[in-house]
């Protein structure tokens, strides 16, 4: 039986306020530790996709486990989520995503409320972002369609792969995004950048979609 929007919109929130305190937290912790720009970014790295195989397989079978505003549009586009699902979605998994901030702060005793000004703009970064949200979404597509079961170990394993290939470490994910631009630490994005992140998210994640249903139509559940 298919769980209830309200159980399904809960598991989002919550599981993208895993995600980003995974992400907020262990960029903290890992430059703390380190003092080294690259040791943290493995640190952050190795937290970031060992959490989202974890989250994943919890609440994968509740919601989805999207945690993600262009994956929830992609699974709309493709028929498996309702149009009021799909807003429930994103709002929670944006409220999820701000929520995890707040507690990654909380955790390290830092202000709660903060402004990032850390820069992340450019078209080298639009294209790095358009590239990772692409690859994100036809990895999650593939996955669903041959190997369910591996979806969470493939998406955690393809995330750690794309925080180092991509030039703006792959946030590939809007509410993700929008989240850390209220982060002031090691994971942080100037709000003023956070448009140009999103729509080149949304720009791969469709072109990912529009490819997947053109060259592998047979291969859709």
Same mark, same amino acid.
């Given at each position: 039986?298919?769980?209830?929007? /309200?159980?399904?919109?809960? $598991? ?22 380190? %003092?080294? +720009? ?26 989805? $486990? ?9 699974? /709309?586009? %493709? !028929? /498996? ?15 999820? !995503?701000?929520? !995890?901030?707040?507690?990654? %702060? ?11 000004? %850390? ?6 970064? =639009?294209? $790095? ?14 996955? $669903? ?10 998406? !955690? ?6 925080? =180092? ?27 003023? +950048? ?17 490819? =997947? ?9």
């Amino acid at each position: 039986m298919t769980p209830s929007l /309200r159980v399904r919109v809960a $598991a989002e929130g919550l599981g993208t306020c895993l995600l980003l305190a995974t992400v907020v937290g262990s960029g903290i912790m890992g430059q703390r530790l380190a %003092h080294d +720009d690259a040791l943290a970014l493995l640190a952050n790295t190795i937290a970031t996709g060992a959490g989202l195989v974890a989250y994943i397989t919890v609440f994968g079978p509740i919601s989805g $486990a999207h945690f993600n505003p262009a994956v929830s549009l992609v699974e /709309r586009l %493709h !028929g /498996r989520l309702r149009t009021t699902d799909l807003v429930a979605y994103v709002a929670a998994q944006l409220m999820g !995503g701000v929520a !995890g901030v707040l507690v990654a %702060h909380a955790m390290f005793g830092l202000p709660i409320f903060q402004q990032s000004v %850390h820069v992340r703009t450019g078209v080298g970064q =639009w294209i $790095a972002e358009g590239v990772a949200t692409f690859g994100l979404v036809t990895v999650i597509l593939g996955s $669903a369609t041959r190997n369910p079961e591996r979806t969470p170990m493939l998406v !955690g394993l393809y995330i750690v792969a794309a925080y =180092w290939f991509t030039a703006s470490t792959s946030f590939a994910n809007p509410a993700v995004t929008l989240a850390r631009s209220l982060t002031d630490t090691f994971s942080g994005i100037r709000p003023i +950048d956070v448009p140009g992140f999103a729509l080149a998210q949304i720009a791969g994640a469709l072109v990912a979609a529009g490819l =997947w249903r053109v060259a592998f139509a047979g291969e859709q559940r």
